[in-house]
């Protein structure tokens, strides 16, 4: 039987800040949101990553198989980073693209995206709006498309496009924009089932998950770190529910006073881990047509923990590890599905947790935790932005077009 790592049909991948160098001569572009890391080089066709039983690999001619080939049977393994050197080991499945992407662009001006933002601040529709405001919206608009587009050839999976985190507390604002790129990435023919729209999880982003859903459009809620949030995008229909295990952990390391953190470590489990569980089992036990995606993931042992949820983020260095690893069928640790539909249905919930939720019940179930984790994404995200707007107000109009 052949196990196959490829994009899911709604995953995506996440940053969390962007960064380039260029080291031994070889040409990297680091790009993270708030969630997770791509770096790109596109010189060669992007192969899947496939172990099958029938392959010539001497390790599993004998019987054995890697904790990847483990890993990979019981949930979507999304490369977290796909470095230049490890493309094929770790191809991308899938892609996030946002403003840290296109920072990282403009600072490599080499790579082979540079040409689609060129293009896109040669955009004469762009460039006739005498309001400089909307001209720079304009242009970074059709940059988040033309590299999506790029993007959406390259990659199996879907396309993640980041909606301006400056619209997270306006719903309205929020559906408008995803409209605009919508329409501009039917302009370059990326079809609607292959993209995802990218929206924090304020009540506003949720809200706007929930009707652009009902138009059939597919959203991404991102900054999950509490089950009110999980719940309610659950119960507004969200395709994608993204939750941070590792950030949560770090908050709970420095700070205390959220209950539901620290109600967890009560009970001697991590809280990054429990709210997945708990969020993967609200939406398997109640038929919620939502995917969970954890992220922030550090190690094997949270990997581990988590097999079962739809999607998992690894970090490179958590893959070649996994890759590395050779296990045999009578090894004494065994793989086991943490989580699954089964279990799920045994999963008590309370009352509290089963509300109809609204914007008054879940601004009183979030804690601190969730608050200023929120908000901090949200923040880091308008920084992005605002850096790649005064960046093109630089270098517009671009040389030699």
């Avoid at 996440?14 to 040409?27: H, I, Y």
């Avoid at 909606?163 to 604002?173: E, F, K, M, S, W």
């Avoid at 922030?296 to 990997?303: F, S």
Wanted: with cysteine.
């Amino acid at each position: 039987m052949a196990l196959t790592l490829q994009s899911p049909p709604s995953s995506t991948l996440s940053s969390s800040s962007s960064s380039s160098s260029l080291q031994d001569g070889k040409l990297k572009l680091l790009a993270r949101s708030a969630s997770s890391k791509l770096e790109l080089r596109c010189r060669r066709p992007l192969p899947r990553i496939r172990a099958a039983s029938n392959s010539s690999s001497s390790s599993l001619d004998t019987g054995l198989s890697t904790e990847l080939d483990a890993v990979s049977s019981f949930s979507e393994i999304v490369p977290d980073t796909v470095i230049f050197d490890d493309f094929e080991k770790f191809p991308p499945t899938a892609a996030t693209v946002s403003s840290s992407l296109l920072l990282g662009i403009c600072g490599l001006p080499d790579t082979i995206f540079r040409n689609a933002v060129d293009m896109a601040l040669a955009d004469s529709g762009c460039a006739a709006l005498d309001n400089r405001e909307m001209r720079l919206s304009c242009f970074v608009n059709k940059a988040l498309v033309n590299v999506g587009g790029d993007l959406a050839k390259m990659v199996p999976g879907r396309v993640s496009t980041e909606v301006d985190a400056r619209l997270a507390y306006d719903t309205h604002g929020i559906i408008r924009k995803v409209h605009e790129l919508l329409k501009l990435f039917n302009e370059v023919n990326v079809p609607p089932e292959k993209l995802l729209f990218k929206i924090p999880s304020t009540w506003q982003g949720i809200e706007a998950s929930r009707l652009l859903e009902s138009e059939g459009i597919q959203t991404h809620l991102t900054f999950v770190y509490s089950f009110a949030q999980a719940a309610a995008a659950a119960q507004a229909g969200t395709s994608v529910i993204q939750i941070f295990v590792g950030r949560l952990r770090d908050w709970a390391r420095n700070h205390s006073g959220d209950p539901e953190v620290d109600a967890a470590i009560r009970r001697g489990e991590d809280p990054g881990l429990a709210l997945a569980t708990k969020a993967y089992n609200y939406i398997h036990k109640y038929g919620h047509k939502s995917k969970l995606m954890a992220a922030a993931v550090r190690n094997k042992q949270d990997l581990f923990s988590l097999l079962g949820v739809d999607y998992i983020i690894a970090p490179l260095k958590v893959l070649q590890s996994l890759k590395e690893s050779v296990t045999a069928p009578d090894e004494k640790y065994s793989f086991v599905r943490r989580l699954s539909p089964q279990t799920a249905a045994t999963y008590q919930f309370s009352e509290q947790d089963l509300i109809k939720w609204d914007q008054l019940s879940l601004a009183s179930a979030m804690g601190p935790a969730s608050v200023e984790l929120l908000a901090a994404g949200i923040d880091g995200y308008v920084d992005q932005a605002k850096r790649v707007e005064e960046l093109f107000g630089k270098i517009w109009p671009p040389p030699n077009v």
